[in-house]
């Protein structure tokens, strides 16, 4: 049995603009400062938000009089005609006012501002961590408009850093589905199985090798189902579908999965009608602390095993 996902996951849904055209010209970012409007993002990834859980955007010189160097253009604004705002992302320390945690708020956002959001946590979380060159160790300043950092010393530019991960649906191409639980997880919460993308590796083996190394059986037929921007830190899921046979015994060889199980796609579609997911927890020795729950719908894991259940 195959199946697709019948659109991309939610934080693959946008089509805005991201400004690469003006990210050289300094002249044209600074001309559109006074009325670009910037989204604030302190060191937790927390983000303002607007009484309906939109972002909060502020005006740009409310927070300097000219594009800071540690800001990051993001894109263009198109909603208010006439070409309409520059939109850039910048760090703090504090946010005044409502926030929210992109993992839980960006399910009330639109298309195109759960792209930026990701794409802003996405940029700002590598130059947390970008601050010298890997290459010789100087000091990097950011430069266009903040998508490289620059070498104060050799000019050498660095730019932003994406992990690759693969995330995948094992099925056994008929009505089981195979989900596996870190041991840290509260009881219940199951998800489909990942793991990063190791050099000299096909995402095709990546598959196999992560499978077999989380659950100690061997998969195959791996499909290429779609991706997702992961900025926790700055992933990008790669998500796959591949063939295992339920008889195969488990083994968990890694020390990162605590369990794993096959459930049957009447539990998994019970599960997805509930609603729940992991935004809440039973208390444990309660009636409802052991059942099964999905991740929450920011995540291409939902997606997928929406997919796998709908078919």
């Not at 099925?171 to 041991?183: P, T, V």
């Not at 990942?194 to 590796?201: D, I, Q």
């Not at 096959?262 to 927890?281: P, T, Y």
Request: aromatic share 8%.
């Amino acid at each position: 049995m195959h199946f697709d996902m019948p659109q991309p996951p939610l934080l693959s849904r946008a089509v805005f603009d991201r400004a690469d055209a003006i990210r050289d010209d300094a002249e044209r970012m600074a001309a559109g400062w006074p009325t670009a409007k910037v989204l604030l993002i302190d060191a937790a990834g927390r983000y303002p938000v607007t009484d309906s859980g939109a972002l909060h955007w502020v005006a740009a010189p409310t927070v300097a009089e000219a594009p800071p160097g540690d800001a990051v253009i993001l894109g263009f604004d198109g909603s208010g005609g006439a070409g309409g705002a520059d939109l850039w992302t910048r760090r703090v320390d504090h946010i005044d006012g409502p926030t929210d945690d992109a993992r839980r708020g960006a399910t009330r956002l639109s298309a195109d501002e759960a792209g930026l959001l990701a794409t802003a946590l996405g940029i700002l979380n590598w130059h947390a961590t970008a601050s010298h060159s890997p290459v010789d160790g100087s000091v990097t300043r950011p430069a266009r408009g903040g998508w490289v950092r620059r070498s104060v010393d050799s000019g050498r530019d660095e730019f932003p850093r994406t992990d690759p991960a693969i995330i995948t649906v094992v099925h056994d191409g008929a009505d089981r589905i195979l989900l596996g639980r870190q041991s840290v997880w509260p009881q219940g919460w199951y998800s489909t199985l990942a793991g990063f993308v190791e050099p000299g590796e096909s995402l095709e083996q990546c598959v196999l090798r992560e499978v077999y190394e989380e659950v100690g059986i061997v998969v195959r037929e791996p499909r290429y189902l779609g991706s997702q921007p992961w900025p926790f830190p700055r992933s990008v899921m790669l998500g796959f579908a591949a063939l295992g046979d339920p008889a195969d015994e488990l083994a968990f060889l890694d020390g990162e999965i605590g369990d794993a199980q096959w459930f049957h796609r009447d539990e998994v579609r019970a599960a997805l009608a509930r609603g729940d997911g992991w935004s809440r927890a039973e208390a444990p020795g309660s009636d409802d602390a052991d059942r099964l729950r999905l991740p929450g719908s920011i995540s291409i894991a939902r997606s997928m095993i929406e997919a796998w259940a709908a078919e």
